[in-house]
């Protein structure tokens, strides 16, 4: 039988393809579930015994949490990128950072084929199967449920036939997990006019009222939350504890699949909304006009390449090093209030603040110059434009 490593979350789709693989394709399967943050022990621990249950040869856990962080959340929180103004990315980046764990372990235990349980509608399908085709040539891929085009109902048919019973009438809504966020895609999101049920969302409100969290940045990066230092993987996972806890971070995202076509999906993401809004203030303190314009044109570039699956492209590490170079002064601590389903980005206070009263308080009093200056200044900046007008007059 030949060696094969299968992405596997645990869900209908990659459940079903184990005894598929085993049974109608005759391979060795081999599972590994690649964690960006989104499942804790006991989940892990459960999706180990499913596999093993469902018949897999064996079944790892990979941790690429950290490198998911480093290597994408770090560039997308500099950038402030939201992809059309919405969706922080949550699902669409953490991706590339499994399929290339996935290469990693399929090397090491001498697999010739490797899968996954994308279908073919999405944008998965493509962001496995191009590192898979870069990095691993040599290996096989294999994609049951989109080569059989199968509905989820005749997955269950399958795995039901094969004696495993699982409660599969939970899986009406595919949720993905991890550190940046959580998406959401069922039978609502499938139209234009749908609106996903409460019980849809993984996280229930649970507190009323309103709460201020303060949350230190130091180039950049997020280091402490309400004044306890800690790692970036530690404040992202507590602002989202926190903020799941009020409902924030929900929202639907509208945008243009990689292969052509609209798609909808629902998301929680109180920590990435949360820290971009937060870090975007303190920017907006820091950064000149010029370092936010040009950093804002090549963060909406570097968010649609990644979303599309680019990653590998040299040119996406030229923009990390401009991204990163932007952050040196980004510095200092951002006021944030949660309340239901809602927050304000309340302020900041940075040493490298450039909205420094030395030089004058907007609206009321300017000491870096005077009258006359300003109207010397005037005179040239509208030079071009009183040459223009003046033609209409001759």
């Not at 898979?132 to 040539?137: G, M």
């Not at 492209?313 to 209030?337: A, C, W, Y």
Request: glycine content about 8%; hydrophobic content about 40%.
């Amino acid at each position: 039988m030949k060696k094969l490593l299968l992405a596997f979350s645990g869900g209908l789709d990659t459940s079903f393809c184990v005894p598929w693989l085993i049974h109608e394709k005759k391979y060795e399967v081999h599972t590994a579930l690649v964690n960006t943050g989104g499942f804790n022990v006991v989940e892990l621990d459960a999706i180990a015994q499913k596999s093993k249950e469902l018949g897999a040869t064996s079944h790892v856990n990979l941790d690429a949490t950290n490198d998911f962080y480093q290597k994408g959340i770090r560039f997308l929180l500099f950038g402030n990128i939201l992809k059309n103004d919405t969706y922080p990315l949550s699902v669409s980046s953490e991706r590339i950072f499994q399929a290339l764990a996935l290469v990693d372990h399929a090397r090491k235990i001498g697999a010739l084929a490797i899968a996954h349980g994308s279908t073919g509608a999405g944008n998965d399908q493509v962001r496995f199967d191009l590192v898979f085709q870069v990095l691993a040539p040599d290996i096989e891929i294999i994609t049951p449920i989109r080569e059989l085009q199968i509905s989820r109902k005749e997955e269950i048919d399958y795995l039901k036939k094969h004696q495993f019973e699982y409660a599969w009438e939970k899986s009406k809504y595919s949720i993905n997990q991890g550190l940046w966020g959580t998406s959401v895609g069922g039978v609502e999101t499938l139209q234009a006019s749908g609106i996903l049920p409460e019980e849809a969302w993984p996280h229930q409100v649970e507190k009323e009222g309103k709460e201020k969290i303060s949350i230190r940045f130091e180039k950049g990066e997020p280091v402490a939350l309400d004044g306890v230092s800690m790692q970036p993987v530690e404040v992202i996972r507590e602002v989202n504890r926190r903020g799941h806890s009020y409902g924030i971070g929900r929202d639907i995202h509208v945008g243009d699949t990689i292969i052509g076509i609209k798609g909808r999906v629902g998301f929680e993401a109180p920590a990435a909304l949360i820290l971009i809004k937060a870090h975007h203030l303190l920017e907006k303190h820091v950064l000149t006009k010029w370092q936010q314009y040009w950093k804002k044109q090549l963060a909406d570039w570097y968010g649609m390449l990644l979303h599309e699956a680019q990653y590998l492209d040299p040119v996406m590490r030229n923009i990390e090093h401009f991204l990163e170079d932007t952050q040196e002064r980004v510095s200092g601590t951002v006021e944030v209030e949660l309340r239901p389903y809602h927050f304000s980005i309340l302020s900041c206070d940075s040493p490298y603040d450039l909205m420094n009263s030395k030089f004058g308080d907007y609206g009321e009093m300017n000491k870096g110059f005077t009258g006359e200056d300003v109207q010397g200044f005037t005179k040239i900046l509208g030079n071009q434009m009183k040459i223009f007008h003046s033609i209409d007059h001759e």
